[in-house]
């Protein structure tokens, strides 16, 4: 009954913008940190950002810091990831997850292209 459904992914120019989102469910959402993750062809999947339970707290991989805000709305058990001033190293599959509640479950995640 776990799903975790990533969207908003697209083609987008350097210097653009993408709000991707992740609704999840078949877990209590709100008792969990949720993080966003990528793939890059050929590379392992990485961790990009992390928002606590409340929403009070987040941190950010270095490569993203100051471009890319993650946020929550508990009710909606929905996760966000604002991604500004986009480079064309942030190509990439995007995945959220809830690294701390054992799901052993990931999406199909959606794809963000930065490309002129």
């Known amino acids: 009954q776990v799903q975790l459904v990533e969207s908003g992914g697209g083609l987008v120019q350097p210097g653009g913008s993408l709000r991707l989102s992740c609704a999840a469910s078949?877990?209590?959402?709100?008792?969990?940190?949720m993080s966003w993750y990528r793939q890059a062809p050929g590379k392992e999947r990485e961790l990009v950002a992390t928002i606590t339970t409340p929403g009070g707290s987040t941190n950010y991989a270095d490569s993203v810091k100051g471009r890319f805000t993650i946020s929550r709305d508990n009710a909606k058990n929905t996760v966000y990831l604002q991604m500004n001033s986009l480079k064309p190293e942030d190509t990439a599959v995007y995945y959220c997850?809830?690294?701390?509640?054992?799901?052993?479950?990931w999406g199909q995640g959606t794809q963000v292209t930065v490309s002129s």
């Open positions: 997850n809830a690294p701390y509640a054992n799901l052993r479950y």
């Open positions: 078949g877990f209590t959402f709100s008792s969990y940190r």
